[in-house]
């Protein structure tokens, strides 16, 4: 067992500022509930549900940080129990929850976030508040690689459906549908969850090289790839999915039923 006063300080920055367009109209996608429990509430469980977690940054909407500390004083620092660490594995000591305004885009809350860790902060998780249900287990496996020496360490799972590319064919010719130029070869490809964890000094740089477009912005392992660096990929799993869509909703709230059947969460 890892002996936490001798291990890095790990920290978790929670990207919760989208709008959810996606998935329609109404609150922020982070708000929205969960068995009535906001979706942002459980991603912050699930972090601090590891004993290598001792601070979550999250960042709320610009205009919804007064409501998201309340939000968050209210689930997780209830005056009866200061101690939070519900679902904390042998742990009990507390996990100190900050929370700061969002940017425009993913990149930038994210980069916010890292803004407001200490400086005594040397592994960093970035955890997208909409994969409410990642279990601990993946926290752990991530952090156990980062602290072996990786720089960047991503989540992942084999796809289970064939993917093609698109694009304009040569000569520009037209033709109904989207036409496909390639089928990459599915062993090869991961379906990346998060949290993805990071050498905070690594991370900080990818961050620092600017805005990204395109390919590799999306997700900040494909910063520091840009950078050249290492990024393995870690099991990920199935319950770590993202709520984008409606039916995610369904599927999330299957899976809470079942845990709470199982085993009371
Ligand atoms: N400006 C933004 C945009 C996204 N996110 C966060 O990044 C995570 C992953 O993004 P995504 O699932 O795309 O969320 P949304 O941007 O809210 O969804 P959509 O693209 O459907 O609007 C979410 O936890 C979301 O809150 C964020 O913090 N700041
Ligand atoms: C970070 C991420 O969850 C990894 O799969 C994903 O890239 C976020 O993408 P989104 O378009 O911002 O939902």
């Known amino acids: 067992m890892t002996d936490e006063t001798q291990a890095p300080r790990t920290a978790v920055v929670i990207p919760a500022a989208g709008r959810g367009v ?91 976030g890292l803004d407001a860790l200490p400086d005594d902060v040397t592994a960093v998780l970035v955890h997208d508040a909409a994969r409410p249900l990642v279990p601990v287990e993946i926290v752990d496996g991530v952090v156990e690689a980062v602290r072996g020496g990786a720089p960047a360490v991503v989540p992942g799972l084999p796809l289970s459906d064939t993917v093609k590319e698109v694009g304009p064919l040569a000569g520009g010719a037209t033709v109904p549908g989207e036409p496909v130029v390639a089928t990459p070869e599915r062993a090869r490809l991961r379906a990346v969850q998060t949290p993805q964890g990071f050498d905070r000094e690594a991370l900080d740089r990818a961050h620092r090289q600017g805005p990204v477009e395109g390919e590799g912005a999306t997700d900040d392992a494909g910063l520091c790839e840009r950078l050249g660096l290492p990024v393995v990929v870690v099991p990920g799993h199935e319950e770590a999915f993202k709520v984008t869509r409606p039916l995610d909703l369904v599927l999330a709230e299957a899976v809470l039923a079942r845990r709470r059947a199982n085993d009371g969460y």
């Open 22 to 112: 996606r998935l329609g109209p109404g609150t922020p996608k982070a708000l929205r509930t969960l068995h009535g429990t906001p979706m942002l509430v459980h991603a912050v469980r699930a972090m601090a549900a590891s004993r290598a977690v001792s601070l979550v940054v999250v960042v709320a909407p610009p205009d919804g940080v007064a409501e998201v500390r309340a939000m968050v004083d209210d689930h997780l620092h209830p005056a009866e129990a200061p101690s939070f660490a519900p679902a904390r594995r042998g742990g009990g000591d507390e996990t100190d929850i900050r929370v700061v305004a969002g940017g425009e885009t993913r990149q930038e809350s994210v980069r916010r």
